[in-house]
C-alpha cells in the first residue's frame, strides 16, 4: 500500500474533496425532469441547464478571495464553513417553487463548494511535497469521480420517482462534518501565516506564469469538458434513450473511469513528465468526443463518456499539482483559489459557449468540434509548458 494511504490526513482531503468538482452534475440526470416540472415557464430550457454551473460562477469569483483569508485565518473554519452552507443551499431544491429561486440557491451552494475545495486544496499543499503530493492529487481525482458516480448513480434512481430527490443528496455533508473534524488538523503556521513544516519554500522561479497557465488550461478544459453533465441527459433522448437512468449509467462510466485514471496518473507522472500527462489526457478526451458523436447505442454512449473520463483523470490532477508545486507554502491558499475559480469558470461557461453551438449544428457536430478543441489544447499547452522550467518535484515523505 502507499505509504500516503496510512495517513489519516490524506482520507480527510479525498473525503472533503468527494463534495466539490462533481458537486454540480449531481442532479444532471433529474435535468429534463425539471425542465417538464416548470415548464411554463419560457425560460425552463436555459435556467435549466443553468442549475448544473451556476455554483461554477460563485465559486469562480469567490475562490481567489477564500484563498487568501484562508491563508490569514485558518484551513479549518473554512472548512466546516463550507460544509454547513453545502447541506442547506444544495438540499434547497426539495422545497422552492419557482425555477429563478432554485437557481439562486444553486449560486449559494458555490458559496460552499469554493470554502471547501479551496481549504482541501491547500491542505494538501500542507501535509504533503513533492511525488507524495502529486500521487495524492490523483488519489484525490479518484475520490471525487467515484464521490460523483455514486452521487449521479443514486441521483438517476431518484429522479425515476421525482425530479426534486436528487437534491437530498448534498444532505450528506452533514455526516461528513464530525468525521473531516477529527481528521483534519490545522498545519501549524508562523505569525506570517507560512507552514512550519516548508518555512523556507521559495516556489519555482516564474511562478506566477506557471499557475497562469495551468489556470488557463483548466479554463478551457471545463468549457469543453462540462458539455457533457449540462448537454448530454438531452442528446440521449434524441437517440432514443430517454430514461433518467441512461444518463445516470453514462454518467457513471465517465466518473468511474476519471476515478481510476486519475490514480494512475499520480504514478506514471514521473515518467510522462508534465507536459506528457496532460497531453495524454487531450487525446483521450478527443477521442471519447469523438466517439460519442457517432453513438447510437447505449454501450457506444458509454465507452464515449470513459474515454473523456479518463482524459479528465489526467488532466486535472496534473493543473493543481502544477501549480501547487510552483508557488510558494505561504502562497498556496492564494493558488488554489484560482486554480478552483478556473476549474469553475470554465464550468460556468460551458453551456454558455456549447448551447448555441449544438442550436446551429446539433449535438454531433458539436462534441466533433470539443474534439477538435482538446487536440488544440494538448498542442498549445504543450508548447507553452516546453518553455518554462521544469518543476521543483523533490522526492519527499509525507509528513
Not at 435535468?31 to 460562477?57: C, H, W, Y
Request: glycine share 10%; charged share 10%.
Amino acid at each position: 500500500m502507499d505509504r500516503i494511504l496510512l495517513d489519516p490526513r490524506a482520507w480527510g482531503v479525498m473525503l472533503a474533496a468527494m463534495l466539490t468538482i462533481m458537486s454540480n452534475a449531481t442532479i444532471t440526470p433529474a435535468l429534463p425532469g425539471i425542465q417538464a416540472l416548470f415548464s411554463d415557464n419560457p425560460n425552463a430550457e436555459l435556467l435549466t441547464r443553468m442549475l448544473v454551473t451556476a455554483p461554477s460562477l460563485t465559486v469562480a469569483i469567490v475562490a481567489p478571495f477564500a484563498g487568501v483569508l484562508i491563508d490569514r485565518l485558518g484551513r479549518r473554519p473554512a472548512l466546516f464553513f463550507g460544509l454547513l452552507v453545502y447541506a442547506v443551499a444544495g438540499t434547497a431544491g426539495l422545497y422552492l417553487q419557482s425555477l429563478e429561486m432554485i437557481l439562486v440557491s444553486r449560486l449559494v451552494l458555490g458559496l460552499g463548494v469554493a470554502a471547501i475545495m479551496t481549504a482541501q486544496a491547500a491542505l494538501i499543499g500542507d501535509y504533503f511535497e513533492g511525488p507524495a503530493r502529486g500521487r495524492l492529487m490523483g488519489y484525490q481525482m479518484g475520490a471525487v469521480n467515484l464521490g460523483g458516480l455514486v452521487f449521479v448513480m443514486t441521483a438517476g434512481m431518484l429522479a425515476e420517482h421525482s425530479a426534486r430527490l436528487p437534491f437530498l443528496i448534498y444532505a450528506l455533508s452533514l455526516a461528513f462534518f464530525p468525521i473531516l473534524w477529527w481528521l483534519l488538523p490545522e498545519p501549524k503556521r508562523t505569525a506570517g501565516g507560512v507552514d512550519q513544516a516548508h518555512p523556507a519554500d521559495p516556489g519555482e522561479p516564474g511562478w506566477p506564469a506557471t499557475v497562469a497557465t495551468m489556470s488557463i488550461a483548466a479554463i478551457l478544459t471545463f468549457v469543453i469538458f462540462y458539455s457533457i453533465p449540462t448537454q448530454l441527459p438531452y442528446h440521449l433522448v434524441d437517440i432514443g434513450l430517454a430514461d433518467p437512468h441512461y444518463a445516470g449509467e453514462v454518467m457513471a462510466a465517465m466518473m468511474f473511469s476519471a476515478a481510476v485514471m486519475a490514480v494512475v496518473s499520480g504514478w506514471v507522472r514521473p515518467w510522462l513528465g508534465r507536459i506528457g500527462t496532460p497531453v495524454t489526457g487531450y487525446a483521450l478526451l478527443a477521442a471519447g468526443f469523438a466517439l460519442l458523436s457517432v453513438a447510437s447505442t447505449l454501450v457506444a454512449s458509454m465507452l464515449g463518456t470513459a474515454l473523456i473520463g479518463a482524459g479528465l483523470g489526467f488532466c486535472v490532477p496534473t493543473f493543481v499539482t502544477t501549480a501547487l508545486n510552483a508557488s510558494p507554502a505561504h502562497r498556496r491558499g492564494l493558488v488554489s483559489g484560482f486554480v478552483t475559480s478556473a476549474f469553475f469558470l470554465g464550468q460556468f461557461l460551458s453551456p454558455i459557449v456549447s448551447q448555441p453551438i449544438i442550436t446551429t449544428w446539433g449535438y454531433q457536430r458539436a462534441f466533433m468540434i470539443a474534439a477538435a478543441g482538446c487536440v488544440a489544447l494538448a498542442l498549445i499547452l504543450a508548447l507553452t509548458l516546453k518553455r518554462r522550467p521544469p518543476q521543483m518535484d523533490k522526492p519527499s515523505p509525507a509528513h
